[in-house]
Antibody
Framework: EVQLVESGGGLVKPGGSLRLSCTAS????????MSWVRQAPGKGLEWVGR??????????SYAAPVKGRFTISRDVSVNKLFLQMNSLKTEDTAVYYC???????????????????WGQGTTVTVSS | QSVLTQAPSVSVAPGQKVTIACSGG????????VCWYQQLPGTAPKLLIY???KRPSRIPDRFSGSKSGTSATLGITGLQTGDEADYYC???????????FGTGTKVTVL
């Protein structure tokens, strides 16, 4: 059974840094496409960024508001995904979710299902 | 400001059907597959529909999806109070090179 558990959220001052962790079970993080999605208080969902599987070169992509400040990485030895957040701004305040894509097999075909599994989220508050 | 537009809210009587529209453009819905996510109050989102019209095995067939041109639609039949949630469409945007979510639609079952 796939499980994702986020941790590392908290209160940080503007300009500060924070590293979020996502502990995965039921699959190997290096074999999956994984993303971070955030949700500001009372707002909608916002994709933060993604890391592809090792077999797909492990390429990372980021949303414009976080590009150059956030970095997604993984550690296979502990089966974790990370989100390093630097130069934090008040507008980065949100619940951050760890997600993973899934290949679904049906009728002899494989279908790509983005953001198939979600963690419960961890809260990041950026405030002075 | 999202590139995918949804109605902010809709109210439906129990047992009735609701359709939720998602409008985009050629760089997103027009050329990429659409997913739909359900977010119940206070919980993490859950994938309802992928590849425009396919359901994970855990999702009941009361939920359906379709796509035409640069728009997509989520349908829910036999509305229950347990379906009260926010619903988001999403897809890859080839021009922006990001995964984009719709603005979200809050479904209320009266």
């Amino acid at each position: 059974e796939v499980q994702l558990v986020e941790s590392g959220g908290g209160l940080v001052k503007p300009g500060g840094s924070l590293r979020l962790s996502c502990t995965a079970s039921g699959f190997t993080v290096s074999a999956a496409w994984m993303s971070w999605v955030r949700q500001a208080p009372g707002k909608g969902l916002e994709w933060v960024g993604r890391i592809k599987s090792t077999s797909d070169a492990g390429t990372t992509s980021y949303a414009a508001p976080v590009k150059g400040r956030f970095t997604i990485s993984r550690d296979v030895s502990v089966n974790k995904l990370f989100l390093q957040m630097n130069s934090l701004k008040t507008e980065d305040t949100a619940v951050y979710y760890c997600t993973t894509d899934e290949l679904v097999y049906s009728g002899g075909y494989a279908y790509f299902a983005p953001l198939y599994f979600w963690g419960q989220g961890t809260t990041v508050t950026v405030s002075s | 400001q999202s590139v995918l537009t949804q109605a902010p809210s809709v109210s439906v009587a129990p047992g009735q059907k609701v359709t939720i529209a998602c409008s985009g453009g050629s760089s997103n819905i027009g050329n990429n597959d659409v997913c739909w996510y359900q977010q119940l109050p206070g919980t993490a989102p859950k994938l309802l529909i992928y590849d425009n019209n396919k359901r994970p095995s855990r999702i009941p067939d009361r939920f359906s999806g379709s796509k035409s041109g640069t728009s997509a639609t989520l349908g829910i039949t036999g509305l229950q109070t347990g379906d009260e949630a926010d619903y988001y469409c999403a897809t890859w945007d080839s021009s922006l090179s990001v995964y984009v979510f719709g603005t979200g639609t809050k479904v209320t079952v009266l």
